[in-house]
């Protein structure tokens, strides 16, 4: 009960710390409406996986018998260094949709990068405290029982995951081949995304809920584009721009798909400033119905032009449903910029880690995989209705043009985040042994359990996030579970060791230019001292691991 009750403790005590500072800080920060909502989803997330991560190796060196503070201090030299790194790279992805320029993503990015912060903090200082305190009570009755008898002698990885390391090991090519083929039709709804702002529809449908029985009445009286009509608006210069502002506006309202026009009305302005003229359009459609957007762009591109014949009035089409669209056509086109920043940051953060050009490929490659896989389960459940019913969706819509950046930043940093945990216990085999193949298998067969441990933590929390009302939250609760679900058993487990066994002694090479000039970021020295039990037996590999570092 008390190794579990310890990464709720530090977690929850620093995501109170952190929600407090991004509650001060949104006095300041423009933010959006659902940020504490993220920034508790993400701090459960990161904060339960990297104290559960540190207390593990605390828990091994215990049981190898190190002294609580050498076990501690053990924990701290491997998993800390790589909770630390992670916890970076989940903050860079984040602060990257600072250059999308959206004040409100923005803010919600500066708070979720909060909230990672301290849970990474707390991971690396008051876990490792409790951890002191509790010494060898974090280990189970049996296994304080075993270290009373001198078994310090145990095997670090079960017979189960070293069987699977052994067998995606031996069947590297048809492993890979299946777990990519499965991740790419999982991805293939992304390709039908269609981004925008959902109207009142897609709201819950339960007698409670005041703002759906409003939508549908207003629908049945007037019909589904009274909801979200659109405004033309001009300034006007001279009284000719008047008599031009009205032939816009009849044209308009012979526009296919333009139920009625109302106005125009015109408000005078102070000295000095042009009068202002205003015309509301309405669209038979839904502002969320593709026939709207459809609607603007006729109107932008076609109508207003060829009315206004060449004559200097500027006439624009606005209103909440056409701010949805732009704003969604806005992230869009930022979004491979973004993506391409994210991506070369964290590249160039694992080549400094790993000494390596292949891993923090395989890395970038498989992160992507994972994404697009989570973007095609968020389009097919909210956008095409598939499976709606099991997370509460009642009507399909739009996806939210929040949702791919916001989605990605997270997911890129979460993902990348196992890639270090199974990489760098990989690449401390690897610097014992220099056999890629051992190291792999090892890696995969000891780092397997916490894992999927963590991932199955991690799920467990996002999917929780599916039963709020906030749509956007729920679209980002399933499309994280689904993500973290399906990187736990198809990359990590199968994807990467099969790709990383093909790859052979290529996984740790680095020019040597490269080499000499990129600074040491070091995550493999163990801080352990040499193992009292002079060889320590891998479960299952029939391998003898050395006692001391070469």
Known sequence: MLPALLPLLSTGIALI????????????????????????????????????????????GLRRGLSVEEAVTAA???????????????????????????????????????????????????????????????????????????????????????????????????????????????????LSMRQGTADYSVDPTSTTTTTYRGYEMLVHGFGPGFSGPLQLVAPLASPADRATFGSVVTAASHTPGVVTTVGPDYFPAGPGHPAVALAEVYPTGSPQAVSTSNLITDLRDHVIPATLHGRHLQVLVGGQTALGIDLASQLSSKLPLFVGMVVALSFILLMLVFRSLAIPATAA???????????????AVFQFGWLKSLVGVTNTGPVSPFIPILMFAVLFGLTTDYQVFLVSRMQEEWLKRRDNSAAVRIGQATSGRIISAAAGIM????????????????????????????????????LVPAVMHTLGKTNWRLPAVLDRRLPHLNLEDSGEPADRSGEDAIEGTGELRPASRT
Request: proline share 1%.
């Open 365 to 379: 490659i498989m992160n992507l995989l994972s994404a697009a896989a989570a973007f095609g389960v968020v389009t």
């Open 459 to 494: 799920t467990v929390v996002f999917f929780a996030f599916t039963f709020t009302t906030d749509r956007t939250i729920k679209m980002i609760g399933l499309g994280m579970a689904a993500a973290v679900l399906i990187d736990a058993l198809l990359v990590r487990t199968v």
């Open 76 to 190: 701290a030299a491997t998993a800390g260094r790589a909770v630390l790194f992670a916890g970076m790279t989940v903050c860079i992805a984040l602060l990257g949709i600072l250059t999308v320029g959206v004040s409100t993503l923005s803010g919600a990015a500066i708070a979720a990068s909060i909230a990672v912060v301290f849970p990474v903090a707390a991971a690396l200082t008051l876990l490792p405290a409790l951890t002191g305190l509790l010494g060898k009570r974090t280990l189970t009755r049996r296994q304080r029982a075993a270290l009373a008898r001198g078994e310090t002698g145990f095997a670090e990885a079960s017979r189960g995951w070293t069987r699977w390391a052994s067998t995606v090991q031996g069947h590297k090519i048809v492993f890979g081949v299946g777990a990519l083929g499965i991740m790419l039709a999982l991805g293939v709804p992304f």
């Open 17 to 60: 710390a952190g929600l407090a500072v991004v509650g001060m800080l949104s006095n300041a920060v423009s933010m959006a409406s659902f940020t504490s909502q993220l920034c508790t989803l993400i701090g459960l997330g990161v904060g339960i996986d990297y104290s559960l991560f540190i207390l593990t190796r605390a828990r091994t």
